[in-house]
């Protein structure tokens, strides 16, 4: 089960920092992402890490204000976002999944949270 929470109300160029809190084992192969659905928009896939390691996956859209990491001790990966533009306004979801290849594809993922919403103003 995935818990995500941080979201909120701010204004362009802050930051937000996201959380996804895993309950239950996690394995090695098993990696969570992030991603955000706009409103009369498909959901899109914005950030992923493997449990086994910290080596993050970044959508190109958000790479270099964006990043991820996971904190294996409390279960919870982070998604911390800086330079926040209106455009990233979105309801972001956590997601996990025994995922070999492929993290960018949300249909590889089998676990979701309830998504948190972001709201950034001009």
């Known amino acids: 089960q995935l818990q995500a929470s941080g979201g909120g109300l701010v204004q362009a160029g802050g930051s937000l920092r996201l959380s996804c809190a895993a309950s239950?084992?996690?394995?090695?192969?098993?990696?969570m992402g992030w991603f955000r659905q706009a409103p009369g928009k498909e959901r899109e896939f914005v950030a992923a890490i493997r449990w086994s390691d910290s080596s993050p996956y970044i959508a190109n859209s958000v790479k270099g204000r964006f990043t991820i990491s996971r904190d294996t001790a409390k279960n919870t990966v982070y998604l911390q976002m800086n330079s926040l533009k209106p455009e990233d306004t979105a309801v972001y979801y956590c997601?996990?999944?025994?995922?070999?290849?492929?993290?960018?594809?949300?249909?590889?993922?089998?676990?979701w949270g309830q998504g948190t919403l972001v709201t950034v103003s001009s």
């Open positions: 239950g084992r996690t394995f090695s192969d098993y990696a």
């Open positions: 997601a996990g999944g025994m995922i070999a290849y492929g993290l960018g594809n949300l249909n590889k993922y089998v676990d």
